[in-house]
């Protein structure tokens, strides 16, 4: 019971201090060197960003004692998280300072703090957190150099495979279409038609016993329907011989029940996995950028290769024609992710060029990660994708039956569009037009016709 009750506690001391919820940018590696008194410590305060349950960003400010360090008699020189960091020695401690981001931290702490208490039990070293948000590094106290190394090296690890699987991408290079009124149109009505008061099942008789002329039927569905059939009667007379009487006598049966008419809900679908029109997209590329000097960096590089991708695309406009539906994973009775494909109009491949040489340079600038560099480019308009799904049925394999879903839109034709530019786009984040927040864009040619366009479709 005192076990349970002091977890209980830790818990919500953990819970308190912001204990993985923390939300950090990793930067350079830096160093740090100080004189004064190992029990001098100054307050300070500290801006932490944690997630509300609805998906925003709150901001949290919590007090820290910045620890200072020992007297150093002597520095040695190495290499942590790729670049040159200098450990502060002394003959009781030693310590090493480490510049570390914010969307990166959380792994370093663990789940309540499980991470950070296994590398300080495991390396001795004590791991102290940035005290300010001007002020954004580590501290790694140890008894020694080789526990602060091998400490450094441990979180380094930590960070690395954060970063290949469980750091969400933040960014991704895209081609707007929900700026086009009349496309957000087709897909309010296609989501509508979908979630409106009865779904199109897929079993035809399903539909065609419910659509069963039932007028006549009265007393709730149970009017006797009388024919002509034969009854058979069984006397025994004795132990050794029954008597058969065939006695033609009404035989009584009852109509079916209409079966209910299935909805969206019984299939895995609702509003959440539904694309949202004004975002409407094709998608180039995905990125994790997850600090300031990232974000500038791609933003850089997308506006460097302006000239480029509009000789990728011969300096004239490129449209495209959106037609049908198709499933990215699963199957259409199992699918995950449904998507309208994109065809090229001319089939000049004009079009996959430019977006090569926008990936290109990106993976050039070390900004793509390695396995996404691999990835053969498949441009297309996603429609529904389960994995938005919010709510008790999410899953790591959600999926949703989309049957009845191409059977009614698997050729619609969603029109003809003229691609305007390509943006660096923010994930979660939007403009007052509704698309995703532009970090940086680059025009292709056509844009102004594109302006006019638009505008002729408010006015």
Not at 132 to 143: F, L, M
Request: net charge negative; with cysteine.
């Amino acid at each position: 019971m005192d076990k349970n009750k002091n977890y209980k506690k830790k818990k919500q001391q953990h819970k308190a201090a912001g204990i993985g919820q923390f939300q950090w940018r990793p930067v350079s590696v830096s160093s740090s060197s100080s004189s004064s008194s190992s029990n001098i410590g100054e307050s300070l305060v500290k801006d932490v960003a944690n997630e509300s349950e609805d998906g925003h960003h709150v901001q949290e400010l919590i007090k820290v004692a910045q620890v200072v360090t020992d007297n150093s008699d002597s520095t040695i020189s190495s290499c942590v998280l790729d670049d040159c960091v200098e450990p502060m020695l002394s003959a009781e401690k030693h310590s090493l300072s480490l510049q570390v981001d914010a969307s990166l931290i959380r792994f370093i702490i663990g789940k309540v703090g499980s991470a950070q208490k296994r590398i300080e039990e495991e390396m001795a070293v004590k791991i102290v957190f940035p005290s300010s948000k001007n002020e954004e590094s580590i501290v790694i106290e140890g008894i020694s150099t080789d526990c602060v190394t091998r400490a450094s090296e441990k979180i380094q690890a930590i960070i690395d495979e954060a970063i290949k699987t469980n750091l969400d991408y933040s960014h991704f290079v895209s081609l707007p279409l929900g700026i086009y009124p009349e496309l957000v149109d087709k897909l309010v009505d296609f989501q509508n038609s979908i979630l409106g008061i009865n779904y199109v099942s897929v079993d035809a008789n399903v539909e065609s016993d419910y659509n069963e002329d039932t007028s006549d039927i009265k007393n709730k569905g149970q009017e006797l329907i009388e024919g002509d059939d034969e009854a058979v009667e069984l006397k025994a007379e004795d132990d050794n011989h029954v008597k058969v009487d065939l006695t033609s006598i009404p035989f009584v049966s009852y109509p079916p029940i209409p079966r209910r008419l299935p909805n969206a809900s019984d299939f895995g679908i609702d509003k959440t996995i539904f694309i949202k029109p004004t975002t409407f997209h094709l998608t180039v590329l995905m990125l994790k950028l997850w600090n300031k000097e990232r974000v500038n960096a791609a933003s850089d590089v997308l506006k460097s290769i302006s000239s480029k991708v509009i000789d990728a695309l011969d300096n004239r406009p490129v449209s495209i024609r959106l037609k049908g539906l198709d499933t990215m994973r699963g199957s259409l009775s199992r699918a995950r992710v449904l998507y309208a494909p994109v065809e090229e109009i001319g089939s000049e491949d004009r079009l996959l060029r430019a977006c090569q040489v926008i990936i290109d340079a990106f993976v050039e600038a070390g900004l793509v990660l390695e396995k996404d560099a691999k990835h053969k480019l498949k441009l297309h308009a996603t429609v529904m994708n389960a994995r938005n799904r919010k709510g008790k049925r999410q899953s790591k394999n959600d999926s949703f039956d989309a049957r009845g879903i191409f059977k009614q839109f698997g050729s619609e034709d969603w029109g003809e569009y003229v691609i305007p530019e390509a943006h660096l786009s923010q994930r979660f984040v939007y403009d007052d037009n509704g698309y995703y927040h532009c970090c940086a864009s680059i025009p292709f040619p056509g844009k102004e016709a594109c302006k006019y366009r638009l505008i002729d479709a408010h006015s």
